[in-house]
């Protein structure tokens, strides 16, 4: 009977687990519900308002019926696509919601192997330990053994005279040899000495990137209950704060944030988001004042303290998932604080990171790429790294993504690179097509692509996916410098030269082109490109032969993006770019822009 007890109370507290994670996902299931219902409901709206406009306008728009009813249809047409637009946005959520939490499933695995091999690493230091101190004793055995020796040796040279030398020499060659053996310990000894200062540095430099993590996390979150708290909402008095204890450890760490039992907070507060505010509180990245309004906040809102701080942008999935692992180390990339993980591969390792030396109003946040263990081993690829991101480091063009600094972080080189803000060459708007326009963001791409060449460097890749449009009207050249081996999916087959990156550039702009062609409605007429830049696309696209004699000129491919970059500035005064039309897509460009990184052609970002 208490082995059927045992099963079923284990069986109970598996049912109520399950129970949990079913009312979090039914949450999580409603609240998106809610808000597929609510732009249901905006739509609706939007129809009511519209019919109710034409009804105060029907005396005078008789004779308009037959139109105003085709444009009801219409809008009724477009509500039911909206309607099929939303339900296909809901399949996609709970897809992603899945594919999430398969990833988060994975990374506790490696985790827990990461775990388990530095537990092996801890076991076979402390066996390594073990056996110097038992070659120490044995040494010190034999060295009482030697000493005897010599005793006894001594003893038989004052009664044998006659075997006094060859003691003398017995006795010397094992002085020499207790002579080597003590400089063999004492470098030992001060080899292990070293040992042990290098790591008390390094444990030192650790503790002090992490204080300052902390308090940085302390910081975002203070912001962010900050923003967020009603005016009405009453201070906190001094009864229910929780104590600030001081480290027993050495004075340059941090202190430690102990909660104190008996100022739990007053009101309801869920077994989940508790569990994660003491784990908060226990790593001291947030203070006991600011995970109370935290709590309040998520409790007027009816989301749970984990949708708070993930919607808000203060964490990351990636920095979540660490700080529940307990694996702070993992938030620190040398002087970095690691903000995501935007991709890894068997070669290098994709960051986006904050840098605390760069003040924050002038952008510190930043792209790192870093080298993988496994490239470590080749005997070029480490020196290739370094050598081209330096190049694109020392190049500093305006229509170039820069890269900040070169440096090594755990004996592995890394690269700094901006992290500039836009809309990729694909999901610009069919204005970046008008003439004006097109000539304008050619040449800013030519007179990157002129710096580069002329500074030794060849992009070797070009795609459309490498053009950046920020939202200063400012194209970014993105990925230049990269060694071909980094490059994701299987290697061009065209070597890398400065006329195929022209040729390349000439298929992007092309596809610029059709946007401007391609009629907006079915009513309007298609629109010819001028033959003048059509020539340039010629130009671009042709083959890098030798020019005949009798070749057109349209033909002749250019000869460097230097001479593209002078037919362009040539071609300029006849064809400016309108004010209106550009300001148009600058505009469109700051609205829809997101931080580089997020499209699907270039670095992805994880969970």
């Known amino acids: ?353 904050c840098d605390p030396q760069v003040p924050e109003p002038g952008g510190n946040v930043f792209l790192l790429r870093h080298l993988s263990e496994a490239e470590m081993e080749d005997a070029v690829h480490p020196d290739e790294f370094r050598q081209r991101f330096t190049a694109v480091q020392a190049l500093q063009h305006p229509h170039v993504a820069a890269v900040r600094e070169v440096l090594e972080i755990q004996g592995r080189p890394a690269a700094l690179l901006d992290w500039p803000t836009g809309l990729f060459s694909p999901d610009w708007p069919a204005s970046a097509g008008d003439p004006g326009c097109w000539l304008r963001l050619l040449t800013q791409a030519a007179s990157g692509l002129t710096a580069a060449h002329q500074h030794g460097l060849v992009h070797g890749h070009l795609t459309a996916d490498s053009l950046l449009l920020t939202p200063d009207g400012v194209v970014k050249i993105v990925g230049l410098g990269e060694p071909p081996w980094l490059w994701p999916g299987p290697t061009p087959s065209v070597e890398p030269s400065p006329s195929a990156d022209l040729r390349a550039l000439g298929q992007i702009a092309a596809t610029w082109t059709l946007w401007y062609q391609s009629p907006s409605s079915k009513r309007q007429r298609p629109r010819t490109f001028p033959e003048e830049l059509l020539q340039v696309l010629r130009r671009l696209e042709a083959d890098p032969m030798p020019p005949m004699a009798d070749m057109p000129p349209a033909h002749v491919p250019y000869a460097s993006a230097a001479e593209l970059l002078a037919d362009l500035h040539r071609l300029a005064s006849r064809y400016p770019c309108s004010e209106e039309v550009w300001h148009k897509l600058v505009q469109f460009i700051a609205e829809q822009s997101q931080p580089a990184g997020v499209h699907q052609g270039q670095w992805r970002l994880s969970a």
Do not use: C
């Open 1 to 353: 009977m208490q082995q059927r007890f045992a099963r079923l109370r284990e069986a109970g507290a598996n049912l109520a687990a399950a129970r949990k994670n079913f009312a979090r996902n039914r949450a999580a299931w409603e609240a998106e519900r809610q808000q597929t219902l609510a732009q249901i409901e905006e739509q609706r709206q939007q129809l009511l308002q519209l019919q109710e406009h034409l009804s105060h306008e029907w005396t005078g728009l008789q004779q308009q019926a037959p139109e105003i009813a085709r444009q009801m249809l219409s809008a009724q047409e477009q509500l039911e696509q909206a309607r099929e637009v939303v339900r296909q946005h809901l399949g996609s959520f709970h897809s992603f919601a899945a594919q999430h939490r398969q990833d988060l499933e994975a990374l506790r695995t490696a985790l827990r192997l990461e775990a388990e091999r530095l537990q092996r690493q801890e076991q076979e230091l402390q066996q390594a330990r073990a056996e110097h101190r038992l070659a120490v004793t044995a040494f010190r055995q034999q060295l009482l053994d030697w000493q005897a020796q010599i005793a006894e040796m001594k003893r038989l040279l004052s009664g044998d005279a006659s075997r006094l030398e060859a003691q003398e020499a017995q006795v010397r060659r094992a002085a020499e040899e207790l002579d080597a053996a003590t400089r063999q310990l004492a470098e030992q000894q001060e080899q292990l000495r070293q040992e042990r200062q290098a790591v008390a540095q390094k444990r030192a430099e650790l503790e002090r990137h992490l204080n300052d993590m902390r308090e940085w996390y302390r910081h975002k979150l203070r912001e962010l209950a900050a923003n967020s708290r009603p005016n009405s909402a009453a201070a906190f008095s001094e009864t229910d704060r929780l104590r600030i204890l001081p480290a027993e450890t050495s004075p340059s760490s941090s202190s430690v944030i102990s909660p104190s039992p008996s100022l739990l907070p007053t009101e309801e507060v869920e077994p989940g988001d508790r569990q994660l505010g003491e784990l908060l509180l226990q790593h001291q990245l947030v203070d006991p004042e600011t995970i109370r309004m935290l709590w309040d906040q998520a409790a007027r809102q009816r989301r749970t303290l984990r949708q708070v701080l993930l919607q808000s942008g203060v964490l990351t999935l990636y920095q979540l998932a660490l700080i529940e692992a307990g694996q702070l180390d993992g938030l620190i990339l040398g002087r970095f604080r690691v903000l995501d993980r935007l991709r890894t591969t068997p070669r290098e390792t994709l960051y986006r990171v």
